[in-house]
């Protein structure tokens, strides 16, 4: 009998638990209607507020409206037809400026002793040469006794174990050596 007396207040205490937590959805349930419903109504008042706008700004730009103010405001005129420009009086394009060129030869790299020459025709020709090429870009190389070797840069080495050297690439190793393996330079 007291195991059944025992259940019978686990049962009412379960029971009474069971209800508030109802009681508790319910309240939430309702606490959150309320909410989407207020934000419904804000919702409804924020387009009436955008549909009145959208009507004061169509009253407000009104063609009549506008042009009156710019009559008033602005010192407008009617266009004439001597205001229209025909393509023949407008100045010609200026002539394109060689930026690189210009830098190059303010560095000096343009000319007959430079690295690089550019061979110009002569202004005015005394004796009437046969029709020259169009112009054409040159590269002026110094003779191979005015070359230098570049000099070898001296790295210390840390020191390691005697290991042989791994092999030499079969590529050259500066300038002189690669001018000399395709023969420009002897």
């Not at 407008?76 to 394009?93: G, I, M, T, W, Y």
């Not at 020709?125 to 570049?150: D, F």
Request: proline content about 10%; overall charge positive.
């Amino acid at each position: 009998m007291k195991i059944a007396r025992i259940l019978n207040v686990v049962a009412v205490i379960a029971l009474i638990a069971s209800a508030v937590w109802v009681y508790r959805i319910k309240y939430d349930a309702t606490l959150h209607a309320e909410h989407a419903a207020k934000l419904k109504r804000q919702i409804a008042q924020e387009i009436d507020a955008v549909a009145v706008l959208n009507a004061e700004w169509a009253f407000l730009a009104r063609l009549d409206r506008v042009q009156a103010f710019a009559v008033q405001h602005l010192d407008l005129k009617p266009l004439v037809r001597e205001q229209n420009v025909r393509l023949a009086s407008l100045p010609d394009r200026p002539a394109p400026v060689d930026e690189i060129g210009k830098k190059l030869e303010a560095l000096g790299l343009l000319g007959e002793d430079a690295s690089i020459a550019v061979d110009k025709e002569p202004s005015a020709p005394a004796v009437k040469k046969p029709a020259a090429p169009a112009k054409k870009t040159t590269i002026a190389v110094k003779p191979a006794s005015q070359l230098k070797a570049p000099a070898p840069r001296v790295q210390p080495q840390p020191a390691r174990p005697a290991v042989a050297p791994p092999p030499k690439s079969s590529g050259p190793l500066n300038l002189t050596d690669f001018l000399k393996k395709i023969g420009i330079v002897r």
